[in-house]
């Protein structure tokens, strides 16, 4: 778990995220501004969770840039712990917020017969 913090906290200050976690999830939200879901990949593989998120640039005919403060792009990885059942992870996006629900897997006890 300390690892998933560590690498949390070391990401590109251009991202923008909140942490949260539960008994049974950890739970990443992160502001996209201007980011659609057809711009958007997130998969988890292996023991990483992989964000690539694009934004299309809206430039009036009769404008031109002088300044931009939020990048275009986002692209990022981070691992997971080892208990994340990355089968069942979920993500939405909502208003230029992503939230992705990684779930915990959970031990199991099996009972032995005699």
Do not use: Q
Not at 8 to 36: C, H, K, N, Q, W
Not at 62 to 74: G, M, N
């Amino acid at each position: 778990m300390t690892g998933f913090r560590d690498a949390i906290r070391e990401l590109p200050d251009a991202v923008f995220l909140d942490f949260l976690e539960s008994d049974d999830a950890y739970r990443l939200r992160l502001d996209l501004p201007g980011v659609d879901r057809d711009a958007l990949s997130v998969d988890v593989t292996g023991n990483r969770l992989h964000v690539d998120a694009r934004r299309d640039k809206d430039v009036p005919d009769d404008f031109t840039y002088r300044r931009e403060d939020r990048a275009v792009f986002l692209e990022f990885d981070v691992p997971l712990p080892p208990n994340v059942a990355a089968a069942d992870a979920a993500a939405s996006l909502d208003a230029g917020v992503l939230t992705v629900t990684l779930p915990k897997a959970h031990d199991v006890r099996v009972p032995v017969e005699e």
